[in-house]
């Protein structure tokens, strides 16, 4: 459970209802930096034009929201998750006009990696769509984290899109070889993910 409300988070809930706009304005001011670090979260990928859009959005919500809250949870934990869904529907907003496709893998029938399912966001909720989020994230820092062989491999294939011969040319190795390494690249990749709750919950 959340913490409560601390003693200024109290202060400032007290001069919102006391003092009407003057409470306000005291009131974003303090909360702006969490609201602005969530806003500009790099894997939204928002554009600092979005980000105003959404940051607003966030302003317009809190208002209807503050004089509901119960004191159930600390106010910043309560700001931050509706900061976190105002950009999670601006992410959906989106998916309406272009679709986002997850990097995913699996094993085929013979053991063999091959390209996973994509998720449409037009076919999920909000906690999905963050969910593919935060895996994103987890999952390029794990790729960076690998040996060169296996960074360069995965990086080339999934990130760059390219084909088993380009890579081949580019790295001076045969097809074969490239097949070959990126499979246990992969099976090396997979087994660190294992362990991270996130992805665990994901399989």
Same mark, same amino acid.
């Given at each position: ?5 601390? $003693? ?48 607003? $959005? ?25 900061? !976190? ?36 966001? !037009? ?21 960076? $984290?690998? $040996? ?56």
């Amino acid at each position: 459970m959340p913490a409560k409300p601390s $003693n200024k988070e109290k202060k400032l809930l007290k001069s919102v209802h006391a003092q009407g706009e003057p409470g306000w304005e005291e009131f974003i001011y303090y909360f702006e930096p969490m609201i602005m670090k969530v806003v500009s979260w790099p894997e939204y990928n928002f554009t600092p034009d979005i980000q105003e859009d959404v940051r607003q $959005n966030i302003y317009m919500h809190l208002r209807k929201a503050i004089p509901r809250f119960r004191g159930d949870s600390s106010l910043a934990y309560y700001i931050k998750r509706i900061a !976190k869904n105002e950009c999670i529907n601006e992410i959906r907003r989106q998916s309406r006009s272009r679709k986002h496709f997850t990097f995913s893998t699996q094993k085929n029938p013979d053991h063999e990696w091959e390209e996973g399912d994509y998720h449409d966001p !037009k076919s999920m909720d909000a906690a999905q769509i963050l969910m593919q989020v935060e895996q994103k994230a987890i999952l390029h820092e794990a790729v960076t $984290n690998m $040996n060169t062989t296996c960074m360069e491999s995965i990086s080339l294939f999934y990130f760059e899109h390219k084909t088993y011969s380009e890579m081949s040319e580019q790295l001076g190795i045969s097809r074969n070889t490239v097949g070959s390494r990126l499979s246990k690249c992969l099976d090396k990749l997979h087994q660190e993910l294992k362990k991270l709750p996130l992805f665990a919950r994901a399989e």
